[in-house]
């Protein structure tokens, strides 16, 4: 049996139409620069395209009547390629971080998990607060409470509450978001 080799850079393949594949009775024509070249035939904006020994790309076929470009198939592929590079960079992708708390902690043990709460808020990473109940705990619930609202009031400088705090089993979970930075 022979197998076909892995192409890992397949997902990275652009396709598009070009040349003979469009077919349109009419088709809205753009220069290489973007200037426009007008509405023409397909198969007019084709032959200027061998003219100008470029090739005829489809840039969207949606518009009434479809766009085409006369440009390097090559050249165009590698734009859309920037094009799509340069909006993954740009999009920031918001962590979400857990810390985690119990009701009876010593007040160092607090203070030094607030000061986590505080660099990743300020970082622009989202906080999920997980306190957690153990053995007869849970009896003491409004301690726990205690515990959450008082890193909310902590940290409102930096956060709002994301999602209020909701018992869930035997621990009490809560999410703090980062606040835009001020001006």
């Known amino acids: ?7 890992k850079n397949r997902s990275e393949q652009i396709y598009v139409k070009a040349n003979h594949q469009v077919r349109f009775p009419k088709v ?36 009434n009547p479809p766009v085409v470009k006369i440009i390097e198939l090559s050249k165009y592929k590698y734009q859309l390629k920037k094009k799509t590079a340069d909006t ?17 902690m010593g007040e160092a043990d607090f203070e030094a998990r607030n000061r986590k709460v505080r660099d990743f808020l300020e970082k622009g990473n989202k906080v999920k607060l997980t306190l957690t109940f153990k053995g007869r705990q849970i009896v003491r619930k409004d301690l726990g ?6 890193i909310f009031k902590e940290n409102e400088d930096l956060g709002k509450v994301g999602i209020e705090p ?18």
């Open 145 to 150: 409470f205690e515990v959450i609202n008082r």
């Open 1 to 7: 049996m022979i197998r076909k080799k892995y192409n």
């Open 88 to 104: 993954r960079k740009k999009s920031k992708t918001l962590e979400l971080k857990e810390l985690r708390f119990t009701p009876f």
């Open 28 to 63: 809205y024509v753009l220069s290489e620069s973007g200037e426009s070249l007008g509405e023409m035939s397909s198969n007019e904006a084709l032959a200027k395209a061998m003219e100008l020994e470029s090739d005829l790309v489809l840039v969207t076929e949606k518009a």
């Open 166 to 183: 909701k018992l869930l089993g035997k621990k009490l979970q809560a999410q703090i978001d980062p606040i835009g930075k001020k001006k």
